[in-house]
C-alpha cells in the first residue's frame, strides 16, 4: 500500500576521501555508481566494472569553481548532497579539505533533474 501523506525523502548526505598519489591540478570529480541488485546482480558504470551494453545511465562531472593545486599523497575530502524538492532532484557538493570551497549548485541552480 503506497501512503501518499507521507512520502519518502530521497534527499542524501556522504562525506567522501580521497588520497592523490601524484602531484597535479584538479578541476572537479567524477561521479560513477556500482549497485549490487540482488545475489550476483549488478549493474555498473565504474570502469573497471561498466555492465555490458548498459547505455542508461551515465557518469557525472562535479566541477569546481576554483581548481585547487596538489602535491603528492594529499588528502582530499568532499561533501556531497542529494537534494529533492517536489519536482526536481540535484546536487550539491563542497570541499571541505585540503581547503574549504563553497557549496557547488546550491538549490540546484546550475543543474537539476525533472522528477
Known amino acids: 500500500k503506497l501512503n501518499?501523506?507521507?512520502p519518502i525523502d530521497n534527499s542524501r548526505f556522504g562525506e567522501v576521501e580521497f588520497?592523490?598519489?601524484t602531484t597535479g591540478t584538479m578541476h572537479g570529480f567524477a561521479g560513477f555508481f556500482d549497485a549490487k541488485l540482488y545475489k550476483?546482480?549488478?549493474i555498473s558504470i565504474e570502469p573497471n566494472t561498466h555492465s555490458k551494453n548498459l547505455i542508461s545511465w551515465f557518469p557525472m562531472f562535479f566541477p569546481i569553481r576554483e581548481p585547487i593545486t596538489l602535491s603528492?599523497?594529499?588528502t582530499i575530502k568532499v561533501n556531497f548532497w542529494r537534494?529533492?524538492?517536489s519536482?526536481?532532484?540535484w546536487y550539491e557538493w563542497t570541499v571541505v579539505e585540503p581547503t574549504t570551497l563553497p557549496i557547488h549548485n546550491?538549490?540546484?541552480r546550475s543543474f537539476s533533474i525533472g522528477k
Open 106 to 108: 546550491p538549490t540546484g
Open 4 to 6: 501518499y501523506l507521507d
Open 40 to 42: 550476483d546482480i549488478s
Open 87 to 89: 519536482s526536481q532532484v
Open 72 to 74: 603528492a599523497n594529499s
Open 83 to 85: 537534494c529533492c524538492s
Open 19 to 21: 588520497t592523490i598519489p
